[in-house]
């Protein structure tokens, strides 16, 4: 990944970077107004930061991006594999209603215009699809089990069928998460991998030291995104991990469930 071309607290893929329609995002910890386990650009509401200073995050955030803060749809997660489509029907409904369609959504989808979609993560992967031909984005939460219920793959379905997007032509990026070093999981969460299809082998190993596996969940999601036709050129990984650099993440695993949480996304602007 490489710095935001304007805002140095920002993050960009440079695959997606050059598509001029399409103005993307990973956010960093720096640039906002939070303190202690948030300090200091938590956009997350739901991690028990103060709103009003989630609310100015939120603000700056779209100023970066020039657009309205209500313009910012980032949906309340639950790791599972619900998906939203934000089209104009959905953008004609209030915001209490906008808040229930978007209640246990881990994926959005859109090819409206001047309207910021995004995930939050503190870990979990979170993955950006784009058609630069029909304009369309996505954007995805990709913890464990969105993983293991193929929530990429899922997404690039919906695509093809609500959008005529061609997986051929699809670029994606995964973005800054926990890395496979620091990924321990039990036996259970292993086995569940392998309920899925999934070769423990390919996206995983186990460290005899400290007698945990350890899972890639870069890597397999990476080959959700080819086995749905994506070609593998057109993937790009940030291979930054949120629990190892303290100095730039926020990471539930480093500091709790209660603590900030980074915001992946992006706008369509032409």
Not at 67 to 74: D, G, M, Q, R, T
Not at 153 to 161: C, E, F, G, H, L
Request: proline share 3%; with cysteine.
């Amino acid at each position: 990944m490489i710095d935001h071309k304007l805002y140095s607290n920002l993050l960009q893929f440079e695959s997606l970077n050059s598509f001029d329609s399409l103005l993307h995002f990973s956010t960093t910890i720096d640039g906002g107004v939070s303190n202690g386990n948030y300090t200091s650009f938590n956009l997350g509401l739901y991690s028990g930061d103060n709103v009003d200073n989630v609310i100015e995050n939120r603000r700056r955030l779209a100023s970066m991006l020039n657009i309205f803060s209500e313009n910012l749809i980032f949906p309340y997660q639950t790791h599972g594999d619900d998906v939203c489509i934000i089209d104009n029907e959905f953008l004609s409904k209030g915001n209490d209603e906008q808040m229930q369609l978007l209640h246990g959504i881990d994926a959005v989808i859109t090819n409206q215009k001047n309207i910021c979609i995004g995930i939050g993560t503190a870990d979990c992967v979170p993955i950006l699809i784009y058609d630069p031909e029909n304009k369309v984005l996505a954007a995805i939460h990709a913890g464990w089990r969105g993983t293991v219920a193929k929530l990429a793959s899922k997404v690039v379905t919906i695509m093809k069928a609500t959008y005529n997007s061609d997986p051929a032509k699809l670029v994606a990026g995964i973005a800054p998460s926990i890395s496979p070093d620091y990924f321990e999981v039990g036996v259970e969460v292993v086995e569940e991998f392998v309920k899925a299809g999934f070769l423990i082998d390919d996206i995983g190993y186990y460290d005899f030291n400290t007698t945990k596996f350890h899972v890639d969940l870069w890597f397999a999601n990476e080959l959700l995104l080819t086995q749905s036709g994506i070609p593998f050129e057109s993937i790009e990984v940030a291979g930054m991990c949120t629990y190892a650099h303290g100095d730039q993440f926020f990471s539930a695993r480093r500091q709790g469930i209660q603590s900030g949480r980074l915001i992946t996304g992006g706008v369509i602007i032409s």
